[in-house]
């Protein structure tokens, strides 16, 4: 059972990740591709009906992780406070970004209002590859179960980590490489004219980047964590992870110059769903690795009663068909290239 | 200072702040489904505009009611990590549930509500805003079982570990506390939502802009507002109170300041906690009340503080007992000035009656008060227990995250709710500035060519 919870979490983190990605990478190209004031209520009004939504699968992810695992939600979210917090205020501040723009109708303050979108769009993006980051490497847990993350130490992978440092700084990166690949595409295909083909042309541009970068990081968290490659030897399946993803890359870069948004943007998703499951496939069942191996939480300890689990699987599979059948719905409702004019933005 | 204080008060200032959105997009979304089904009833357009001016405003305010609503989330785990490890498999199920329930049916509908009344037809419309409505009302039920739980554990088994594990769904999701406690607090947030509406109607009669919507506000938030404030004290009041006296009757004493146990117990209206004597200063009391609301007899022996252990007393009676007293003192006041209200509606001269229509638009911040104090009065009285009976406040909070990063934390959201606060009032009041049936609101809702 805690084994079916473990991927039920990846799954919606994947959800979200996805979702939430393509609006988070919207606001990293907002300030670049949207020129014009209509060109920027443009982007807006792509994610307006949406981005809320999508941020709820970061939400419902944190409470299914909150249930199933309490072990493992006290000790990750008391050990990455001081980031989480920074999170909390990146969103808060890209919220009001994203909605009061409209409401204030003066150049000046849009303009503010459009470099706090932006620029907390781009930090939420390099913090979440970054928290990526310190799960794959592991944190300092002590015999209780706990630890506690300075924002950084030395930038080395020493026993005393901070979030920062080298290699997190990298993942971080390759989130935000990734996901504003993934955001162009999704503006690419709501807009169109100039907005559009410049939104496409930020997308290629990030295709050499996200290419190498995916190289690198894979080599570095080998380095990193040696252990990663246990699963994948044991169990060939695993294999395809890596077909996805560099099939993937492979369908953005045919796709995108000869006008198939759409499916690029499958294949980025394809691409960062490949990247998620990867890393979950290499930690299983180990939930949030210790410097020290032996005080890995794994399933076995950071999961809640069986009673609990079980109950849980019934309603969370009503509840999760409910949000599909919403999600399809909205999707469908707001399909097609946005027009200005209706309601606000 | 110490690191528990800190980690209590960013929790309790996190979740007040936030609270003062909820309670508003709750009884809002209850109102705007009224006026919506009106417009859709009568078709009529002012009614259909004056829906979408409520839905402007409960826009803004959801915004910031999910912003801060976030954190409450985190902060079980960064600030009270051995509480959730201790409690987080079983109040985990109803976090969980609010968000697979209702924060996607919530999100999914406000953004067609909001931005899709031209591609859906009038009746889907009407339907996404009785989702949005039903959303809001599940979450607040997901999250009143959560308090339930914490103040009357049921449904669990404590585990090898000593963690509290699942052992009813059931009993979880339909425990006795949190029906009562449900339906005192959504009558609670209906009572806000129908004050402000009764409060921006009667601004806009008495500065003469608007009064057909003016109007149609005010009728709408009295005639809410006076069913709301009277289920508000009974039944649900009432059955609150009761649950207290029964399962926790230290929390009781304190609240009414009983110092010392006896029969006949008066009903306290006004007087200050005197901690060191152990009695009221200046106390005006209704003799036998106290007994007869909690006994339904006047001479019923109410328990005082002096029959419990002092180390299970609420930490802070003094701030527990004026939170009370504020919270059931405004509540009757709110009813003696609906009643009013309705009496002047029902024969025609409320929207005449300057008096009364200055009496409702300054009593806008009065309802928020009582909310809060009501969310004070059950928190603090829980203390000194997190879960009651079980943990202690003090065993709950993280004890890796240090005084220092927890006071870091503290200040960053002070600062930023300062911020929010600030944005929240500009918007709010230029919404309100600029009114119902102003030219470009009409343009764009495609009213004017009919009119």
């Known amino acids: 059972m805690a084994s079916l919870w473990f991927w039920i979490v990846g799954v919606m983190v994947t959800a979200y990740v996805v979702l939430d990605g393509f609006d988070l990478g919207a606001g ?19 994610i307006g009906p949406v981005w809320d939504g999508n941020e709820v699968w970061l939400l419902a992810a944190g409470g299914t992780l909150y249930f199933a695992f309490p072990q493992l939600y006290a000790s990750s979210f008391s050990g990455f406070y001081l980031p ?3 999170v909390l205020w990146l969103l808060m501040l890209r919220a009001i970004g994203i909605e009061f723009r409209a409401h204030m109708e003066h150049p000046v303050w849009q303009g503010f209002f459009d470099v706090i979108f932006s620029v907390s769009s781009i930090l939420l993006m390099i913090f979440f590859g970054a928290a990526l980051g310190n799960v794959m490497r592991g944190v300092p847990l002590d015999a209780n179960g706990y630890f506690f993350e300075p924002l950084w130490t030395n930038f080395k992978l020493g026993p005393k980590t901070g979030i920062l440092d080298w290699y997190t700084v990298m993942t971080g990166v390759v989130a935000l490489v990734t996901l504003t690949a993934h955001g162009a595409l999704y503006v690419a295909i709501k807009t169109d004219q100039d907005l559009s083909r410049r939104a496409r042309g930020i997308a290629l541009l990030c295709w050499p980047v996200q290419f190498f970068l995916t190289c690198i990081s894979l080599v570095a968290t080998y380095f990193v964590r040696p252990e990663v490659m246990d699963n994948y030897s044991k169990h060939k399946i695993g294999l395809l992870i890596p077909i996805v993803v560099f099939g993937s890359l492979g369908v953005m870069l045919w796709a995108n110059p000869k006008g198939k948004e759409k499916l690029a943007f499958i294949a980025s998703s394809l691409y960062i769903a490949g990247m998620l499951v990867g890393a979950a496939f290499a930690l299983y069942p180990v939930v949030l690795p ?18 609990g689990l079980s109950v849980g699987f019934t309603w969370w599979i009503l509840g999760a068909v409910l949000a599909l059948a919403y999600f399809i719905y909205v999707y469908r409702m707001f399909r097609g290239k946005v027009h200005l004019g209706e309601g606000h933005y | 200072m110490d690191s528990e204080i800190i980690h209590r008060f960013q929790f309790g200032f996190t979740v007040t702040y936030h609270y003062l959105f909820p309670q508003l997009t709750m009884g809002l979304a209850l109102l705007i489904v009224v006026l919506k089904t009106i417009a859709l009833q009568r078709n009529d357009l002012v009614y259909h505009q004056a829906a979408r001016f409520w839905a402007k405003i409960f826009g803004i305010n959801f915004v910031l009611g999910v912003v801060t609503g ?16 201790f409690a987080g498999g079983v109040i985990g199920q109803t976090l969980a549930m609010e968000g697979m329930f209702a924060f996607f049916l919530e999100s999914a509908f406000l953004g067609l509500f909001l931005y899709g009344e031209k591609r859906l037809s009038p009746t889907a419309h009407w339907l996404s805003s009785v989702a949005v409505f039903v959303g809001s009302w599940l979450s607040g039920y997901f999250i009143i079982a959560t308090d339930a739980w914490m103040q009357f554990p049921v449904g669990y088994t404590i585990a090898a570990d000593g963690s509290a594990q699942l052992s009813s769904f059931w009993a979880l999701v339909l425990n006795p506390w949190a029906w009562w406690q449900y339906a005192h607090n959504m009558s609670g947030a209906a009572i806000t939502g129908s004050f402000v509406m009764a409060s921006v109607g009667a601004f806009y009669l008495l500065w003469g802009k608007w009064p057909e919507y003016g109007r149609i506000f005010v009728k709408t938030g009295v005639i809410a507002g006076v069913i709301f ?8 009041g009432d059955a609150q109170g009761r649950m207290v006296s029964i399962h926790q ?6 609240m009414e300041g009983l110092f010392e146990g006896r029969t006949a117990a008066p009903l306290l209206i006004v007087g200050q906690p005197n901690e060191q004597e152990r009695k009221i200063d200046n106390p005006v009391e ?5 007994s007869m609301l909690t006994y339904r007899r006047w001479n019923a022996h109410v328990l005082g503080l002096d029959a419990f252990p002092k180390d299970h007393w609420p930490g802070n009676i003094p701030l527990l007992y004026y939170s009370y007293h504020i919270m059931v003192g405004l509540g ?4 003696a000035i609906l009643v009013v209200a309705t009496f002047l509606l029902w024969r025609g001269r409320l929207y005449h009656s300057r008096w009364m229509l200055w009496i409702l638009m300054l009593a806008l911040p009065f309802p928020y008060i009582a909310n809060t104090a009501g969310w004070m009065t059950a928190e603090l009285g829980r203390q000194p227990w997190l879960v009651y009976g079980l943990m202690r406040t003090s065993e709950g909070y993280s004890k890796t995250v240090s005084a220092g990063n927890g006071l870091f934390t503290l200040l960053g959201f002070m600062g930023m709710y300062t911020v929010l606060s600030i944005l929240f009032l500009f918007l709010v009041h230029r919404e309100i500035e600029k009114g119902p049936a102003s030219e470009p609101a009409l343009v764009a809702a495609g009213v004017t060519a009919v009119r």
């Open chain 1, 28 to 46: 990293a190209i907002y300030l670049m591709a949207a020129k014009t004031d209509e060109e920027r209520r443009k982007v807006i009004r792509a």
């Open chain 1, 84 to 86: 989480l917090m920074m």
């Open chain 1, 290 to 307: 210790a410097r020290d191996r032996q005080y890995d939480l794994t399933i076995y300890n950071s999961a809640a009663g069986a009673h």
């Open chain 2, 70 to 85: 976030i954190p409450m989330e985190f902060q079980f785990g960064t600030n009270w990590s051995h509480f959730s490890k």
């Open chain 2, 229 to 236: 404030s009277i289920l508000q004290l009974y039944p649900t």
């Open chain 2, 249 to 254: 009757p230290v929390t009781l004493a304190a």
């Open chain 2, 286 to 290: 209704v003799p036998g009340m106290l």
């Open chain 2, 332 to 335: 009757t006041i709110f009813i």
